[in-house]
Structure formats: C-alpha cells, structure tokens
T-cell receptor, first 111, second 116 residues
Framework: DAKTTQPPSMDCAEGRAANLPCNHS???????VYWYRQIHSQGPQYIIH???NNETNEMASLIITEDRKSSTLILPHATLRDTAVYYC????????????FGTGTKLQVIP | KAGVTQTPRYLIKTRGQQVTLSCSPI?????VSWYQQTPGQGLQFLFE???????NKGNFPGRFSGRQFSNSRSEMNVSTLELGDSALYLC???????????????FGPGTRLLVL
C-alpha cells in the first residue's frame, strides 16, 4: 500500500506558483520525503528530497511540516513544461526497503 | 555523466514468449530497481538489486525475474508473456553505501513492451 496520499489533479496558471500537497502521516523517523515527476511516457525525474528541514534547489522548494506528516512541493513560477504527474514517496537513505509510488497528482499548467 | 540507459526502448512480443530487458545504471551507482507501469495499476515496484543480490521484491509472480552483473548492469526477464504484461518497464539506479541502499533514484526512459 502506498504510504503517501496526494490529490489526483490540480490546475495552475502559467507563471504562478504551483503548490502540490502530500500526506505521509505514517512516515518513520528515518524516512525521507522524495518528489519525482513524470512527463507523459518518460521515466520519472527526480526533483527534490528532504528529511525535516525545508529544502530548495533550482527546480523547486520542499516544505515539510514540523510533525513530518505532510509536505508541499512548490514550483515557484510554473511553466507549460511543468505539466506532468508529480509523485511524492517516502524512502530511507540507508537500508533495504520496498518503494511504493502512489497515484500522484496530475498538474496541468494553463496558459 | 550519462544517465540510466535501457534497451530496447520498444518491444512487441506475443503471448507465451519470453523477453529480456536490459538496464545500465549511472556510472558509480550500484543499486538497480525495476518498476512496471500500467495505466490501471500505476508504478509498481518489481525488485531491487545491489551487489548482484536481490534485496527486495514486489508482489509479482515468479514469471518475473532479474539479475545483476558485477558491473552493476541489470537484466529482467519475463517468461510466458501474458497480455497483461504490456507495460512500460522502468529501471532506476541509486548510489549504495556499505550500510545499505536507498536514497535518490534516477530513472531511465523505460522499455515499452506490447504483448499481442
């Protein structure tokens, strides 16, 4: 069973910030939150990950709540090329663990 | 640095046949995972290899098997193909440490298999 819950779809206007939520209420202390996206029929692309602090890279920002039960991926200025399915997963940094992808959020960026 | 490569990219087989898919991880990555993606079931974990040993296995029948070579390249095999095996098969690699695998996975473009 997927350990994360995401809304099935979201729309965002081009140029605006896209905020994608993820619920991971059963996350363990040693599990990181990872975000990937998949543009139609391509392999998933790594975006960002974090443990408990907020993270930012050239693609996005990741905000993790203090209790770590949920997180938000922020694309600061969405473009049409950001239209994709976004997956939030939890995974350990070290150890052996099955990875479960949920159904993800289909983000549609609208011109 | 070259990304994860998968061959072939497209494949058409008929029911009952068997198929072998290949994955070359990013240089220096020693862990390889395989996933099956279908419209109905989404992305499903097949198995993960590290140091030529299967470390984790998803809920797939024994017709699905894999192996990893000493150079970290991996193959997966599906025997006695069924129509439902039509899917995008994705390979992902990640760094591995002595304490175990995990961490960021980098995916290849996938092999699209069609079973007729």
């Amino acid at each position: 069973d997927a350990k994360t819950t995401q809304p099935p779809s979201m729309d965002c206007a081009e140029g605006r910030a896209a905020n994608l939520p993820c619920n991971h209420s059963t996350i363990s202390g040693n599990e990181y939150v990872y975000w990937y996206r998949q543009i139609h029929s391509q392999g998933p692309q790594y975006i960002i990950h974090g443990l408990k602090n907020n993270e930012t890279n050239e693609m996005a920002s990741l905000i993790i709540t203090e209790d770590r039960k949920s997180s938000t991926l922020i694309l600061p200025h969405a473009t049409l090329r950001d239209t994709a399915v976004y997956y939030c997963i939890v995974r350990v940094e070290r150890g052996y663990q099955k990875v479960t992808f949920g159904t993800g959020t289909k983000l549609q960026v609208i011109p | 640095k070259a990304g994860v490569t998968q061959t072939p990219r497209y494949l058409i087989k008929t029911r009952g046949q068997q198929v072998t898919l290949s994955c070359s991880p990013i240089s220096g990555h020693r862990s390889v995972s395989w996933y099956q993606q279908t419209p109905g079931q989404g992305l499903q974990f097949l198995f993960e290899y590290f140091s030529e040993t299967q470390r984790n296995k998803g809920n797939f029948p024994g017709r699905f098997s894999g192996r990893q070579f000493s150079n970290s390249r991996s193959e997966m095999n599906v025997s006695t193909l069924e129509l439902g095996d039509s899917a995008l098969y994705l390979c992902a690699s990640s760094l591995a440490r002595p304490s175990g695998i995990g961490g960021t996975q980098y995916f290849g473009p996938g092999t699209r298999l069609l079973v007729l």
